[in-house]
């Protein structure tokens, strides 16, 4: 399974963005996923997660209010909605899935087998 993250960019300050992640070789159908970041010397943190079914969700307190997941089943692909962005939301943006099937999304990077390789979201100050 190969993830593909995509629609970072350079935005100023209070500006928005949407993050795509779509899957090949394999499908997020029945899968959690899950968004972390990753900052220059910094650790990678959860960002947000949705349940297999979608109905549950999950944000970290830092983007609560101003970011919010969803996953389009006819698209196959999972969603990261980022409003009134701040300099600190400056980081690499990773999507992963979870490899067993129907299971809640977790908020620790190692409950997660497949990952995308990032795409760079920068915002001005």
């Known amino acids: 399974v190969q993830l593909q993250a995509s629609g970072g960019g350079l935005v100023p300050a209070g500006g928005s963005l949407r993050l795509s992640c779509a899957a090949s070789?394999?499908?997020?159908?029945?899968?959690?996923v899950g968004w972390f970041r990753q900052a220059p010397g910094k650790e990678r943190e959860f960002v947000a997660g949705?349940?297999?079914?979608?109905?549950?969700?999950q944000l970290s307190d830092s983007v609560k209010g101003r970011f919010s997941i969803s996953r389009d089943r006819a698209k196959d692909t999972v969603y990261l909605q980022m409003n009134s962005l701040k300099p600190e939301d400056t980081a690499v943006y990773y999507c992963?899935?979870?490899?067993?099937?129907?299971?809640?999304?977790?908020?620790?990077?190692?409950?997660?087998?497949?990952w995308g390789q990032g795409t760079q979201v920068t915002v001005s100050s």
């Open positions: 992963a899935r979870r490899s067993l099937p129907r299971v809640l999304y977790r908020t620790t990077a190692s409950d997660y087998n497949y």
């Open positions: 070789g394999g499908s997020f159908e029945n899968y959690a």
């Open positions: 949705i349940s297999w079914h979608g109905s549950s969700v």
